[in-house]
């Protein structure tokens, strides 16, 4: 089945570091440019991070630039967020999204996983 | 960064009726570099339309995508109860920005 499964979430303090995690399966992880886009509770769509498929070309959303780090593993079809100095503006569900060969569109959605930033 | 405004917040219909969406850009987006997704409570966003207007696989032929530049639409002929939902325009031409969101509910 081709899916994607995050998690890592959980309710963690403000300052404090968090690592998501997702799990791709049922096609060719490393043919793929992967991303992280978040929701807000109640809230739209925010792009968070992006990674080619070679490691090769990163890219960061300016409100989590410097503290947030994306990378991937295609040896274990993982994609990885590494989110320190947490704010509580980075609560949210947050996505793990697969990008289309051709463009900058995503095509598979994971259903997310919840990050809460909360004393 | 190109900022995506979609209108109108809520659209309030009933099944059968025919509904039309806007998502406006504040600069021209290359390429029609435009995509739109379905997100229902709970669940992650479906992609509906890439390219502007071209229909996604698996999307019925109820939706469809039109426009260029700053302006794009996406129009369902003929709501279907399963079409009440938010949608969510994205481009792609310049980064990746979303539409705050139009919600489609039922009248």
């Known amino acids: 089945e081709v899916q994607l499964v995050e998690s890592g979430g959980g309710l963690v303090q403000p300052g404090r570091s968090l690592r998501l995690s997702c799990a791709a399966s049922?096609?060719?992880?490393?043919?793929?440019?992967m991303h992280w886009v978040r929701q807000a509770p109640g809230k739209g769509l925010e792009w968070v991070s992006g990674?080619?498929?070679?490691?090769?070309?990163?890219g960061y959303a300016d409100s989590v630039k410097g503290r947030f780090t994306i990378s991937r593993d295609n040896a274990k079809n993982s994609l990885y967020l590494q989110m320190n100095s947490l704010r509580a503006e980075d609560t949210a569900l947050y996505y793990c999204?697969?990008?289309?060969?051709?463009?900058?569109?995503?095509?598979?959605w994971g259903r997310g996983t919840l990050v809460t930033v909360s004393s | 960064e190109i900022v995506l405004t979609q209108s109108p917040g809520t659209l309030s219909l009933s099944p059968g009726e025919r509904a039309t969406l806007s998502c406006r850009a504040s600069?021209?987006?290359?390429?029609?570099?435009l995509a739109w997704y379905q997100q229902k409570p709970g669940q992650a966003p479906r992609l509906l339309i890439y390219?502007?207007?071209s229909r996604a696989t698996g999307i019925p032929d109820r939706f469809s995508g039109s426009g260029s530049g700053t302006d794009f639409t996406l129009t369902i002929s003929r709501l279907e109860p399963e079409d009440f939902a938010v949608y969510y325009c994205?481009?792609?031409?310049?980064?990746?920005?979303f539409g705050q969101g139009t919600k489609v509910e039922i009248k």
């Open positions: 999204a697969k990008r289309v060969a051709t463009g900058g569109y995503f095509d598979l």
């Open positions: 049922g096609f060719t992880f490393d043919d793929y440019a």
């Open positions: 990674i080619s498929w070679n490691s090769g070309s990163i």
């Open positions: 600069q021209s987006v290359s390429s029609s570099y």
């Open positions: 390219g502007a207007s």
């Open positions: 994205q481009q792609y031409g310049s980064s990746l920005t």
